[in-house]
Each structure stands twice: as C-alpha cells, then as structure tokens.
C-alpha cells in the first residue's frame, strides 16, 4: 500500500529532500534556540553560541525552502504556497501538493507549457 507522500509534486520532481531537509533544519532551530533561551532565563546571561546556531538554522531553513523550484516555470513552490494559502492551510498544501501553484506542471516536467 503506498504511502500518502509518494506520489506528489515533490517527490515527481524528485525535490523531496530539499523539503526534508528544511524541515530537518526547523527543527535544529526550535531546539537549540529553546536550550540558549532556557539557559539564559536562568543565569541571566546570553549563549551566543546557541543563538547564532539558531539564526544559522533559520536561515538556512528559508534558504532550502526558496530553492524549490518548478522546472517548467521556475517559480519558487514552497514561498507561492506560503504566500497565496493561508497559514492553517500551508502545511496541508505542501503535504498534498499535486502539480506547480503556477503553471500546472505535474512535478515531471511534462507540462507542454514552456515558460
């Protein structure tokens, strides 16, 4: 029975690890902002370390997110999705992403469209 996730525009246009990867890179972001605020609510003092590992990961995060591109068109998928669905909605829309928000394209480059 295959899963939910393996027949949509990411994983078509064989992008699925530059989601992953961002996701990845959320994650390391919540985590060690979390430890450098816990530790400097404690002691009052600042973990630089921590913080700029945080702003590293966070900009990393939006770095891989604006390389999702459509191979057709070239729009950048992830930030069309995050800008035109609302915020409920966005992690629904990547999950469930069928074809490019722009041009249609399916995720295999099939689309007779050339921009």
Not at 93 to 110: A, H, I, Q, W, Y
Request: charged residues 20%; contains cysteine; glycine residues 10%.
């Amino acid at each position: 029975m295959p899963l939910q996730h393996e027949n949509t525009w990411f994983e078509r246009s064989g992008q699925m690890w530059k989601l992953r990867t961002m996701w990845m890179l959320a994650g390391v972001t919540l985590l060690v902002a979390l430890f450098g605020f816990s530790t400097q609510w404690r002691t009052h003092t600042i973990n630089i370390r921590a913080m700029l590992i945080a702003l590293c990961s966070g900009v990393g995060t939006y770095m891989v997110g604006a390389c999702v591109r459509c191979r057709v068109c070239g729009e950048r998928v992830v930030a069309t999705l995050y800008q035109h669905e609302s915020r409920t909605r966005f992690l629904t829309g990547l999950r469930t992403l069928e074809k490019c928000p722009v041009c249609g394209d399916p995720g295999d480059g099939s689309n007779p469209k050339r921009w």
